[in-house]
């Protein structure tokens, strides 16, 4: 199966900071999606982002399909951006995803 | 519209019983996966079903098993539980395979 490494796999920030967050994978993927799963364990989708870029607010992510890489930016990072990210790159209609990184935006 | 929905939230069962959990996916959905996650081994993908067909199957003992009905909700039932099988128990669901996937917020699962 597919490998996938997610950096870093914790993060504090203070608030007002900005982020990266880095996912490589060990072979191509059809699809590729950044999750932040909430308290209670939904996984909730932030984007769909097979090739290049997109920005919803606070949030972008850019993926390098040649490369096998992708980015999520946080930038002004809240309290309520707190939680687990995880990228995930799906073949065979089967996600494989990373073991997530943990951010704590404090106060 | 309706997000995916999982039911129960939330399961206690003893070892040796058997459960099972239902996903019913946003309308329209036909693709349905499911995924199991632990502290231990994060998230590993158990079963796809599209229009019935399961397409897909992780790397899971014979216990676990599902399907998907013409409704497309589908159910997941384990057997023969084994304190290994506490889990969060996800559920996903996409229009057409490989685009754009949906997780419902999952089935807590403790077996004692």
């Known amino acids: 199966g597919i490998q996938v490494e997610q950096s870093p796999p914790d993060l504090i920030l203070q608030e007002g900071a900005n982020s990266t967050l880095r996912c490589n994978f060990s072979?191509?993927?059809?699809?590729l999606q950044w999750f932040h799963q909430n308290p209670w364990g939904q996984l909730i989708n932030l984007f769909y982002i097979p090739s290049g870029t997109k920005q919803n607010g606070r949030l972008s992510a850019t993926t390098v399909a040649t490369e096998r890489y992708s980015l999520l930016y946080i930038s002004s990072s809240q309290t309520t951006d707190s939680g687990v990210y995880f990228c995930a790159g799906m073949t065979g209609n089967q996600f494989y995803f990373g073991t997530g990184t943990s951010l704590t935006v404090i106060p | 519209k309706a997000g995916v929905t999982q039911t129960p939230r939330y399961l206690i069962k003893t070892r040796g019983q058997q459960v099972t959990l239902s996903c019913s996916p946003i309308?329209?959905?036909?693709?349905v996966s499911w995924y199991q996650q632990t502290p231990g081994q994060g998230l590993q993908f158990l079963f796809e079903?599209?229009?019935?067909?399961?397409?897909n199957k992780g790397n899971f003992p014979g216990r676990f098993s599902g399907r998907q009905f013409s409704n497309s909700r589908s159910e997941m039932n384990v057997s023969t539980l084994e304190l290994g099988d506490s889990a969060l128990y996800l559920c996903?669901?996409?229009?057409?395979?490989?685009?754009?996937?949906?997780f419902g917020s999952g089935t807590r699962l403790t077996v004692v």
């Open positions: 996903a669901s996409s229009t057409l395979s490989e685009i754009g996937y949906t």
């Open positions: 309308s329209g959905h036909r693709s």
């Open positions: 072979d191509s993927v059809n699809n």
């Open positions: 079903y599209f229009s019935e067909t399961q397409r």
